[in-house]
């Protein structure tokens, strides 16, 4: 029973993403999801409240699968790291998950924004979550003498700020160049706000 109940919430995220993806999120009623999973109103309601949580459930799977791909890609990190190379590695884990699907990237970067003061609130919280994965991150990153430069906060937030606006400009593409183009232009600023200290 709780497989089939996992089953089906997974099958709402996908047809969410699908759809919110595709249409966008205004565009999409409650019944347009029902529709895209194959699923009732009923079973809707049994495992979300409104359109916006399942929205915000959504959002929540692709951010966290990648930071999974981001953790993988820092667990494979050597003792005395190039923080060029390691950025590049652990950028491009992260680009890959969120791009891998260009309806994943759009949820994630576009669809979420300006919904409501709760999703607001909660993509803030998110940011914050990324901020101390950053912090975490960054002695594998660039060696136990790194630190970020000026206000971590705000240096955080900066490069946050840049994928989300390089990933929104990357979707309106067409062609839609490869993830690795985004890559090449975070790196640098990435790398700019680390600090690496002499022994």
């Keep these: 029973m709780t497989e089939r109940k996992a089953e089906r919430r997974q099958r709402f995220l996908d047809a969410a993403i699908q759809i919110f993806g595709e249409r966008g999120y205004a565009n999409c009623s409650l019944a347009d999801v029902c529709a895209a999973a194959g699923l009732s109103k009923r079973q809707f309601y049994e495992e979300f409240q409104t359109r916006e949580d399942v929205l915000v459930a959504?959002?929540?799977?692709?951010?966290?699968?990648?930071?999974?791909?981001?953790?993988?890609?820092?667990?494979?990190?050597?003792?005395?790291?190039?923080?060029?190379?390691?950025?590049?590695?652990?950028?491009?884990?992260?680009?890959?998950?969120?791009?891998?699907?260009?309806?994943?990237?759009?949820?994630?970067?576009?669809?979420?924004?300006?919904?409501?003061?709760?999703?607001?609130?909660?993509?803030?919280?998110?940011?914050?979550?990324?901020?101390?994965?950053?912090?975490?991150?960054?002695q594998p990153l660039a060696g136990p003498n790194a630190a970020i430069r000026g206000n971590p906060d705000l240096a955080g937030s900066a490069l946050i700020g840049a994928v989300n606006g390089l990933a929104h400009e990357w979707l309106l593409s067409d062609p839609r160049p490869p993830v690795s183009d985004l890559v090449d232009l975070l790196v640098p600023m990435a790398v700019s706000l680390i600090v690496r200290d002499p022994v």
């Design 58 to 138: 959504a959002y929540d799977q692709i951010q966290d699968q990648s930071a999974a791909a981001l953790a993988s890609a820092l667990s494979d990190m050597g003792p005395d790291p190039d923080p060029t190379e390691t950025v590049t590695t652990v950028l491009s884990a992260f680009l890959d998950s969120v791009g891998s699907d260009p309806f994943r990237a759009k949820v994630a970067f576009v669809e979420v924004v300006g919904v409501s003061e709760r999703m607001e609130q909660h993509r803030r919280e998110r940011r914050h979550a990324w901020v101390d994965i950053i912090r975490l991150a960054l």
